[in-house]
């Protein structure tokens, strides 16, 4: 996951080793797995689960969010059915977590640090960072790709409010130490937390509807805080 401060200047450092490390020890470790099948053994892949969820990220490239399934993510994978439902075990398990998955690789959720001037900047520099990302994903962002029941669209829901959760307070932080706010910009009714939804939201919109800029969000988070 990046992590987004506030400072003069704009830089990208990669995170320490060890802090890799312990991120990579819980990715999970590889299995084998053998099967009868009319008295021949198959050796499966050697596979986890992030490998798998990385298949399921190029199924959604490829071809969108609805063509992820058990069996066809089990066939790239060139493992058993059953190894897939030993991660996963049901589709909306797994959608969910392509889902996330998928997010967590359009926002640069890898480990960098990033330091930009004002809050605006940051803003400016996310909505193109998802945007170049989002090309990978076509079908990613449209709404209607996600068909979902209605109790899986609340976890869904909840699964990349998780995933956001970490971005929105960095740019909770941008706010509150960005030195162009004026003083009297938030109040009880407007805090920093609220204008940061708000600001969020209407940037989500923006890509959904496949907007190539945010300078109309840009003007007036600054005619609203500056």
């Not at 990978?136 to 068909?147: V, W």
Request: glycine share 4%.
């Amino acid at each position: 996951m990046f992590i987004i401060i506030p400072g003069k200047k704009k830089e990208k450092v990669e995170i320490e080793k060890n802090q890799k490390s312990n991120l990579k020890s819980k990715l999970g470790n590889s299995i084998m797995n053998v099967v009868q099948n009319g008295g021949a053994d198959l050796n499966m892949a050697v596979t986890s689960r992030e490998e798998i969820l990385a298949v399921c990220r190029e199924i959604v490239a490829e071809e969108g969010l609805s063509s992820v399934n058990m069996r066809l993510v089990a066939s790239r994978c060139n493992i058993a059915l059953g190894s897939v439902y030993n991660y996963f075990p049901s589709k909306s398990e797994l959608l969910l977590a392509t889902i996330e998955s998928v997010w967590m690789d359009i926002f640069h959720m890898n480990g960098q640090v990033l330091v930009f001037e004002s809050f605006t900047e940051c803003i400016a520099w996310l909505f193109d960072t998802v945007y170049k990302s989002s090309q990978k994903y076509p079908e990613f962002f449209n709404l209607h790709s996600m068909s979902f029941a209605a109790k899986d669209k609340n976890e869904g829901r909840k699964m990349m409010e998780i995933s956001l959760m970490h971005l929105k307070k960095n740019l909770v932080q941008i706010l509150t130490e960005d030195q162009n706010v004026r003083e009297n910009a938030f109040e009880n009714e407007l805090t920093p937390e609220i204008f940061v939804t708000y600001v969020f939201t209407l940037l989500m919109s923006l890509l959904l509807e496949k907007q190539k800029s945010c300078e109309p969000l840009l003007t007036m988070i600054a005619h609203s805080i500056y």
